[in-house]
């Protein structure tokens, strides 16, 4: 029902439980056949005249204009406020409960804009949480109704946030559609934007996971150049922290961590707990593949970044990789039983086995097994990971995973097994 309705609904009802006829309220500022047209959602009332028939009905423009007095109005927003506090302090299941129950209150219905904050601040919790599959619902209602009565700004975000869990969720299929459609949208919309350019990395960050190094180049190059022109410190941190990945990706190790250290630097100035936390782990990782020698500065990265995500809306999924790092600076470091700890609990952290983070945790993790001469547990591992890469599509990545795979099998003397490998490496490389 459109706002003009419902306001001639509250009018309606209101003079008549005051007694008055339309003409006894019109008098004598309206006439009776202006205040019947609003009463039937003919007419959308000016501001003022709002007002003026507030004062004669004796009652709120809040009420009027939102069906909730001042106070329940009030109210409402001091309940938002709370529950996007302890969403952005990192209470993830308060933060659920009460966005929940704001999403009960009937007073909240009317509230277009309210209601649109209140589900998509409840879809984070959800998503902060581990929920994958309710957020995602969620989000993808608010992404389907997003129509005039949501902003620009607000439509990226509800696309950026259901693209990164499609991701989260292994559904990259669903998430490149989600991107690719809301960008396309966007910048015809409005042009290149900060909040365009997240989006953008978020979306190149998908390409890089699917194994399409080559969209994800030409894409990584387009973003750092609309952000060079925009000039602000969030389009720079967006396309330069993705755009690294990409570099690193493609072998350019020099141009990846030049990239990652700017966006860390910029981040560290300007950006918020959760990103911040987020970036360092990315640095972390650059580190450890491109300079393991530093594996002690990464692990230190890793620690402050686990403090970070302990103090803000962070998901499982995020503490996950962090706590995988943490394993994976372990294991170079030459502390395997440590990192057999940290792994483990990545892992737990998860909501499915079925993420590609999850078996890359086992795979580091039959690593810590070998080098504590756990040569079963060893194997046992590498038998999971077998499993779940005979189910993912063949690209780059998946090919290195056979090789780290094969290598493995190798060091504990099973043959047969690297040979089969090593041999599924060359297939998903096409050679």
């Not at 109210?75 to 506090?85: D, G, I, S, T």
């Not at 890089?208 to 080559?214: E, H, K, N, Y």
Request: proline content about 2%; hydrophobic content about 45%.
């Amino acid at each position: 029902m459109a706002a003009q309705d419902l306001i001639g609904q509250r009018i309606k009802a209101i003079r008549r439980q005051r007694g008055l006829s339309q003409a006894q309220l019109a008098h004598p500022e309206l006439s009776d056949s202006y205040v019947s047209l609003i009463e039937s959602g003919k007419r959308t009332p000016t501001p003022a005249v709002l007002e003026l028939l507030a004062q004669k009905l004796d009652c709120s423009l809040t009420y009027l204009i939102n069906g909730v007095t001042a106070e329940q109005m009030q109210e409402l927003e001091l309940a938002l406020r709370f529950a996007r506090m302890a969403l952005d302090n990192g209470e993830a299941e308060e933060s659920r409960r009460r966005y929940a129950e704001l999403l009960a209150d009937n007073n909240l219905a009317g509230l277009a804009s309210m209601w649109q904050e209140a589900r998509y601040g409840y879809a984070l919790a959800l998503e902060a949480c581990g929920a994958l599959d309710e957020a995602i619902m969620v989000l993808g209602e608010l992404n389907d109704s997003a129509g005039e009565a949501m902003t620009g700004e607000r439509k990226i975000a509800v696309a950026l946030a259901l693209c990164r869990c499609h991701r989260e969720h292994g559904d990259l299929s669903a998430a490149v559609r989600v991107g690719e459609e809301a960008l396309a949208a966007a910048v015809q919309s409005a042009g290149w934007t900060d909040e365009a350019v997240e989006l953008g990395a978020t979306l190149l960050g998908v390409y890089l996971t699917r194994g399409d190094l080559l969209r994800a180049e030409h894409f990584a190059a387009e973003l750092l150049s609309v952000a060079e022109s925009l000039g602000t410190p969030r389009a720079t941190v967006a396309s330069c922290w993705n755009a690294a990945a990409v570099a690193e990706q493609a072998g350019r190790m020099d141009e990846a961590m030049a990239l990652i250290e700017r966006a860390t630097a910029i981040q560290s100035e300007t950006g918020d707990p959760r990103n911040l936390a987020r970036i360092r782990n990315a640095y972390a990782f650059t580190l450890l593949r491109t300079r393991p020698e530093e594996a002690e500065r990464a692990l230190g990265l890793l620690l402050r970044a686990e403090r970070e995500h302990e103090t803000s809306a962070t998901s499982p999924f995020d503490k996950a990789r962090c706590a995988y790092g943490i394993g994976w600076a372990e294991l170079v470091l030459g502390r395997p039983e440590n990192a057999r700890e940290h792994l483990t609990a990545a892992m737990a952290q998860l909501p499915t086995t079925r993420t590609e983070l999850y078996n890359h945790a086992r795979l580091l993790r039959s690593q810590a097994y070998f080098m504590l001469h756990q040569d079963d547990d060893c194997a046992a591992e590498l038998r999971a990971v077998t499993d779940w890469l005979d189910t993912v599509p063949a690209t780059r990545k998946t090919a290195e995973t056979w090789m780290t795979l094969a290598e493995m099998h190798r060091r504990i003397g099973d043959d047969a097994q690297g040979v089969a490998a090593y041999q599924r490496a060359l297939a998903c490389a096409d050679l």
